[in-house]
């Protein structure tokens, strides 16, 4: 056996050492979880019985979620708009369709161009980016007064393109996030992305906001509460051009560096030959 052959084989055998104490090291840490969670189980079951009559369930959760959160974020949280109207400010690349009843000569589809205007017929270009779709409705109907007698507009936004986020590392779809509206909360980002994959290490993972000084802003989020145990305090907002990295496990990393040294001995493995001799 050459030089070459031994030294695969000693890596072979260090990055098997290697998986088994990592193995053995989770394991450890998930029995104690699952130690204290008994624990903590039976101790909040005795609570339980020498406790008072409890108060009705509905009166409880509001008062939860008002003391974590203000009410505005819950609305926002909920999905909740209470004046009824949609607050996405348009930009470069959205797409918006304008509807004029009884005059289809000026109804039709307009992309934001770069400049954030949008070419409308008879009346030329008009710009439009950071305004709501409303106040592009009242732009529209006041432009087209000097030729419409009382035009009857009505706006609707087909295409979210002008504001993204990104969501990489670990999960199912990495890569750019459309918004549709000028925020998205943690929890909707990652569901857009395919949540989280068994190789994520969700208790701590960056949200990223950059920065032109060179010193970006970073938060840790525990995706793992959000997610799994309904902690919306860990549900922060995410503004256009943030980042949320969902890094990998130490178990994985180790695989990922061991699978390149382990493969190329199995394909030498396969290309061995059996001769079969006569007698």
């Known amino acids: 056996m050459n030089n070459s052959q031994h030294m695969i084989k000693n890596l072979f ?3 098997l050492v290697v998986i088994a104490i990592i193995w053995t090291v989770q394991l450890a840490a998930a029995q104690n ?7 903590d189980e039976q101790v909040s079951q005795e ?3 020498n406790a008072p009559a409890a108060a009705p369930v509905t ?3 509001t008062e939860t979620k008002d003391e974590i959160l203000p009410p505005e974020v819950v609305n926002f949280v909920t999905g909740l708009n209470i004046e ?9 690349t959205d797409v918006v369709e304008i509807t004029v009843q009884r ?4 109804t039709g589809q307009f992309p934001i161009n770069k400049e954030g205007k949008i070419q409308y017929q008879f009346v030329g270009d008009v710009f439009i980016a950071n305004l709501t779709k409303d106040q592009l409705k009242e732009v529209i109907t006041q432009r087209l007064s000097e030729y419409i007698i009382n035009p009857e507009v009505s706006v609707k936004i087909i295409g979210y393109n002008s504001k993204v986020v990104y969501v ?3 999960v199912g779809s990495p890569g750019k996030i459309f918004m549709q509206g000028d925020t998205i909360t943690v929890r909707e980002a990652l569901v857009q992305a395919g949540l989280p994959l068994l190789s994520a290490s969700t208790r701590k ?4 906001t950059p920065s032109a000084d060179g010193h970006p802003k970073k938060l840790q989020v525990n995706v793992f509460s959000l997610l799994y145990e309904g902690d919306l305090r860990e549900n922060l907002v995410m503004k256009p051009g943030d980042t949320l990295y969902i890094p990998a496990t130490i178990l994985s990393k180790a695989m990922r560096v061991i699978q390149p040294v382990a493969q190329p001995i199995g394909t030498t493995a396969d290309t061995g030959k059996t001769v079969m001799t006569g007698f």
């Open 84 to 92: 009824g109207s949609s607050t996405y400010t348009l930009g470069p």
């Open 33 to 39: 979880f699952s130690g204290r969670a008994g624990a």
């Open 47 to 49: 609570a339980l019985k």
């Open 168 to 170: 990489i590392g670990e």
């Open 59 to 61: 009166e409880v959760i």
């Open 103 to 106: 005059h289809p000569e000026v």
């Open 13 to 15: 055998l260090i990055g």
């Open 205 to 208: 993972c960056p949200l990223i």
